[in-house]
């Protein structure tokens, strides 16, 4: 009759401690069978985030089942569990050109495309500031000293003739080579999309204006050079480097964005674990931004340079922006997996 009872407690106590822990082991697990079937790029972000912990909390268990003596069949199932999460968890390292590759090819991409909203958003700031600093310059030309900060003009302003202005079009700068020319603009439009993503953090209303005071000084130029008579060519002039240029901050700001929202909006998050899991998934989108300013960099300080043809300058405008949009539309949306992140809901 002891021994009865001692057994009938026994099975009492596995399936008290079962019950307690069976519903992250049965999460352990459907996250495994989805990594077996896809890898690990079949995973979201925040199932990325959930699986170490998981798996943390199923070897606390299985220390636990054993210490305590529980029955053999919960042991086993157990270090069946905690050996495949191992495998996922701290798995064999790739390759740093197969890294690479995943991620211009997968990861970018599809980080890009989760957030094509926080992107559409970005682009619309930075092209609301561009149409005012375009029409209140054409309108008033000394508007475009309020607009462009002095490092900036490199000696253009509305008192520059038309003749001086279509030499900047046309020929190389003089006083510096190409290469102090490039490293010069790469450097100032980095910090301009890297600023972005780190002021997201301020609810995302910095980013904003940083978005559209950028648009400012892009359109006050345009306007400067349309007063001249010379607005197609100069936007044929910014554009070959500057769809690039322009998308890595708009990126950037979309990050920033992004960055804000998971403070404003947690969802069933705090709002710090809401910003450290949508900054983790910001990072990538931004690192990826670093590659996009230094083709731009290399466009604006060489190329543009260099070729000096109306025509050729239009094909490369055409050919940049097919390119970007194949790429972030084509690699972004193909098999992308779901997820709940916070700030989904924003915009």
């Not at 439009?189 to 002021?199: D, E, K, S, Y």
Request: aromatic residues 10%.
């Amino acid at each position: 009759m002891s021994a009865n009872a001692g057994g009938n407690g026994y099975r009492l106590k596995s399936y008290e401690f079962r019950k307690e822990r069976e519903t992250s082991w049965r999460e352990l697990e459907e996250l495994l069978a989805r990594a077996d079937r896809g890898g690990l790029s079949s995973l979201s972000g925040q199932d990325l985030y959930r699986l170490p912990l998981l798996h943390r909390a199923a070897l606390s268990s299985l220390s636990v089942a054993r210490s305590i003596s529980l029955d053999r069949n919960l042991i086993d199932y157990l270090e069946s569990l905690c050996a495949r999460a191992h495998v996922h968890v701290y798995g064999g390292k790739r390759s740093y050109g197969s890294t690479l590759r995943r991620f211009f090819t997968e990861t970018f991409p599809r980080r890009v495309w989760a957030m094509r909203r926080a992107v559409a958003i970005s682009a619309l700031m930075t092209l609301l500031g561009g149409a005012c600093g375009y029409l209140l310059t054409l309108h008033d030309p000394d508007l475009f000293y309020g607009f462009v900060p002095e490092p900036l003009t490199q000696g253009r302003n509305p008192t520059t003739t038309p003749e001086e202005l279509r030499k900047v079009l046309y020929t190389e700068p003089e006083g510096q080579g190409l290469s102090g020319f490039a490293g010069f603009l790469f450097t100032h439009n980095a910090q301009i999309g890297l600023l972005c993503f780190a002021v997201g953090v301020a609810a995302g209303v910095p980013v904003a204006l940083l978005l559209f005071s950028n648009g400012l000084m892009l359109g006050a130029f345009g306007a400067l050079y349309a007063n001249a008579d010379l607005g197609l060519p100069f936007w044929l002039w910014v554009l070959p480097h500057g769809v690039t240029e322009l998308l890595a901050v708009v990126l950037c700001g979309a990050a920033g964005l992004r960055l804000g929202a998971s403070l404003v909006f947690p969802g069933r998050y705090s709002r710090l674990d809401s910003l450290a899991l949508e900054g983790r998934n910001a990072a990538v989108a931004v690192l990826g931004c670093i590659a996009l300013f230094l083709v731009a960099g290399i466009l604006e300080g060489y190329f543009r340079q260099l070729v000096h043809h109306d025509g050729v300058r239009l094909a490369v405008v055409v050919a940049t922006s097919l390119l970007w949009i194949l790429y972030f539309a084509g690699l972004g949306s193909r098999s992308e997996p779901p997820s709940e992140r916070p700030g989904e809901s924003f915009p």
